[in-house]
């Protein structure tokens, strides 16, 4: 079993930026990918930026150069979301996946980012 604990959300102007934190516990031995997802009120779950299998990088178009995903070390990985804009707002979810392609999601994070 994985846990995943996310922070780092709240209330920004547009064009400022925020730092999104996921913390893993459990079995992270077993952990092969993780990444970011968001939904806004209305709309479908969604992929905001993740580590490939082969520990590349992969973002949503439409935060190409605004968001940066990194990871410090196996149990923790970062959101740096700079350029913020109203479109951005949603809960923000830590994603890991297991060997045997088992998944696991974080309790979620609000960012609100007003005009």
């Known amino acids: 079993q994985v846990q995943l604990v996310e922070s780092g959300g709240g209330l920004v102007q547009a064009g400022g930026s925020l730092r999104l934190s996921c913390t893993a516990s459990g079995t992270i031995f077993s952990i092969n990918a993780m990444g970011w997802y968001r939904q806004a009120p209305g709309k479908q779950r969604e992929l905001v930026a993740g580590?490939?299998?082969?520990?590349?990088t992969n973002y949503a178009g439409s935060v190409k150069g605004r968001f940066t995903i990194s990871r410090a070390n196996a149990s923790t990985v970062y959101l740096q979301m700079n350029s913020l804009k109203p479109e951005d707002t949603a809960v923000y979810y830590c994603r890991s996946t297991v060997a045997g392609g088992i998944g696991y999601w974080g309790q979620g994070t609000q960012v609100t980012v007003s005009s």
């Open positions: 580590f490939t299998s082969g520990g590349d």
